[in-house]
């Protein structure tokens, strides 16, 4: 993406979000917008105003970057070819991409469902659970996120807003390694869900590490394989934000040495372009021919199986799990460098390029809106990652000066926050 802008003036952004607003029902964190964006490219975003912003956020779906031109060429090559296939039948690129992802299985022989998005995978995965167990009850970490269906949502919260009326019965949620009490108190609720929850528990689902970016103790994952194994649970795996080598390997979970029977990826699947997830588990699951668990009319969409295979075949092609790991430890060490002249950074959370900049939010006098609000001038588009942290998820192409640029931004952002000026 040039530098050029378009010279439309300030109105051609705020009138496009000002329609957003009006056309679309309000939710929290999705409308109203804070900018209406013109192009992608890259590392980049840019808005009507010609403004552009380092995307370190990107709903964790650009791993190989926001227009990739490989994946480009490969759909307008698809929707040329075949741009649809119905229930029922095939196509080359869906079982491509079965093949080349249960190829990356480090367990046994392994089959795969795919979905139109992560709520919709989550569900084919308890589905499976239930079907192979015989039982209904689910383990999920209280203040995860595993979607929006009204599954998938009521295992993130123990108690959704009651206007939102009944979620998924069945729901057993557990205190969380990252809260009070740490791993102790997971395991011990684990344990207590495991022997006391009467017919018994399908399934215990979590995201391997948590998408703010907590990671868990050693040791925490081979015992709740262990505890499940003893109590003939099935040990889902949420990788929709964390897998396809965001945190420096394929699988997030080959970080903290303990293999699910099902795993779910999606976000960064379909290349940041098109919508996808998947659910990869142990062939063994594969007991029910009879039943509908994951029957969407998108299941083998040519067009979707196609940009994930592309996305798939680049990571795999270009190391990007590794450059991913290798870029951790240079963040790492430049925010150890910053930390010694910008007092208000401390240091980094998470595993390769899933990671948070932790700050001294006692240096500031505002609240999440108003730092958010300081990195979009200074160019950088991110979230926070609880109240401490910046969330630092960048694509797993980014170049090494685009990666300094960004932490230099961060910082004059910082310094011009604590210093109470822009």
Same mark, same amino acid.
């Given at each position: 993406?040039?530098?050029?802008?378009?010279?439309?003036?300030?109105?051609?952004?705020?009138?496009?979000?000002?329609?957003?607003?009006?056309?679309?029902?309000?939710?929290?964190?999705?409308?109203?917008?804070?900018?209406?964006?013109?192009?992608?490219?890259?590392?980049?975003?840019?808005?009507?105003?010609?403004?552009?912003?380092?995307?370190?956020?990107?709903?964790?779906?650009?791993?190989?970057?926001?227009?990739?031109?490989?994946?480009?060429?490969?759909?307008?090559?698809?929707?040329?070819?075949?741009?649809?296939?119905?229930?029922?039948?095939?196509?080359?690129?869906?079982?491509?991409?079965?093949?080349?992802?249960?190829?990356?299985?480090?367990?046994?022989?392994?089959?795969?469902?795919?979905?139109?998005?992560?709520?919709?995978?989550?569900?084919?995965?308890?589905?499976?659970?239930?079907?192979?167990?015989?039982?209904?009850?689910?383990?999920?970490?209280?203040?995860?996120?595993?979607?929006?269906?009204?599954?998938?949502?009521?295992?993130?919260?123990?108690?959704?807003?009651?206007?939102?009326?009944?979620?998924?019965?069945?729901?057993?949620?557990?205190?969380?390694?990252?809260?009070?009490?740490? +791993?102790?108190?997971? $395991?011990?609720? @684990?344990?207590? =869900?495991?022997?006391?929850?009467?017919?018994? &528990? #399908? /399934? *215990? %689902? !979590?995201?391997?590490?948590?998408?703010?970016?907590?990671?868990?103790?050693?040791?925490?994952?081979?015992?709740?394989?262990?505890?499940?194994?003893?109590?003939?649970?099935?040990?889902?795996?949420?990788?929709?934000?964390?897998?396809?080598?965001?945190?420096?390997?394929?699988?997030?979970?080959?970080?903290?040495? +303990?293999?699910?029977? $099902?795993?779910? @990826?999606?976000? =960064?699947?379909?290349?940041?372009?098109?919508? &996808? #997830? /998947? *659910? %990869? !588990?142990?062939?063994?699951?594969?007991?029910?021919?009879?039943?509908?668990?994951?029957?969407?009319?998108?299941?083998?969409?040519?067009?979707?199986?196609?940009?994930?295979?592309?996305?798939?075949?680049?990571?795999?092609?270009?190391?990007?799990?590794?450059?991913?790991?290798?870029?951790?430890?240079?963040?790492? +060490?430049?925010?150890?460098?910053?930390? @010694?002249?910008?007092?208000?950074?401390?240091?980094?959370?998470?595993?390769?390029?899933?990671? !948070?900049?932790?700050?001294?939010?006692?240096?500031?006098?505002?609240?999440?809106?108003?730092?958010?609000?300081?990195?979009?001038?200074?160019?950088?588009?991110?979230?926070?990652?609880?109240?401490?942290?910046?969330?630092?998820?960048?694509?797993?192409?980014?170049?090494?000066?685009?990666?300094?640029?960004?932490?230099?931004?961060?910082?004059?952002?910082?310094?011009?926050?604590?210093?109470?000026?822009?």
């Amino acid at each position: 993406m040039d530098d050029q802008r378009d010279h439309n003036g300030p109105s051609a952004n705020a009138e496009l979000v000002a329609r957003d607003a009006d056309g679309f029902f309000h939710q929290e964190g999705s409308s109203p917008c804070l900018a209406a964006l013109k192009r992608v490219c890259g590392i980049w975003i840019e808005d009507f105003d010609g403004r552009r912003f380092i995307d370190l956020h990107g709903n964790t779906t650009h791993h190989i970057g926001h227009a990739n031109p490989e994946l480009v060429a490969a759909l307008k090559a698809q929707l040329d070819t075949l741009p649809f296939s119905p229930r029922r039948y095939t196509n080359e690129p869906a079982t491509l991409l079965a093949e080349r992802l249960v190829g990356q299985w480090p367990g046994g022989k392994a089959k795969v469902l795919f979905a139109t998005g992560g709520s919709d995978a989550i569900e084919i995965a308890v589905k499976l659970a239930r079907v192979a167990t015989g039982r209904s009850a689910t383990v999920s970490l209280e203040g995860c996120y595993h979607g929006h269906g009204f599954g998938s949502f009521g295992l993130s919260r123990a108690n959704p807003d009651p206007r939102l009326g009944s979620f998924l019965p069945d729901r057993v949620h557990i205190r969380p390694y990252w809260s009070k009490g740490g +791993a102790d108190a997971m $395991i011990s609720d @684990l344990r207590a =869900a495991l022997d006391e929850t009467d017919g018994g &528990i #399908a /399934a *215990v %689902i !979590a995201e391997p590490m948590r998408s703010n970016f907590q990671v868990p103790p050693d040791g925490l994952w081979p015992e709740v394989r262990r505890l499940c194994d003893a109590a003939g649970a099935r040990l889902i795996f949420d990788e929709i934000p964390s897998g396809l080598g965001k945190t420096g390997t394929f699988f997030a979970f080959e970080q903290f040495e +303990a293999i699910p029977d $099902i795993v779910v @990826l999606g976000k =960064a699947l379909g290349g940041g372009i098109l919508p &996808i #997830a /998947a *659910v %990869i !588990a142990d062939a063994s699951l594969d007991i029910a021919p009879e039943l509908s668990l994951g029957h969407y009319t998108h299941e083998k969409n040519p067009m979707t199986t196609r940009a994930a295979l592309t996305t798939v075949d680049i990571i795999l092609r270009d190391g990007l799990a590794d450059r991913a790991a290798h870029l951790e430890h240079v963040v790492r +060490a430049r925010v150890a460098d910053l930390a @010694l002249i910008e007092p208000s950074l401390l240091g980094v959370r998470g595993r390769g390029l899933l990671l !948070a900049l932790e700050i001294d939010r006692s240096q500031f006098d505002t609240d999440d809106g108003g730092l958010v609000d300081m990195l979009l001038e200074h160019g950088v588009s991110t979230t926070m990652k609880g109240a401490n942290a910046i969330g630092f998820s960048p694509p797993l192409t980014i170049a090494d000066d685009e990666l300094e640029m960004a932490l230099q931004k961060i910082v004059s952002s910082l310094r011009g926050l604590r210093l109470g000026h822009l």
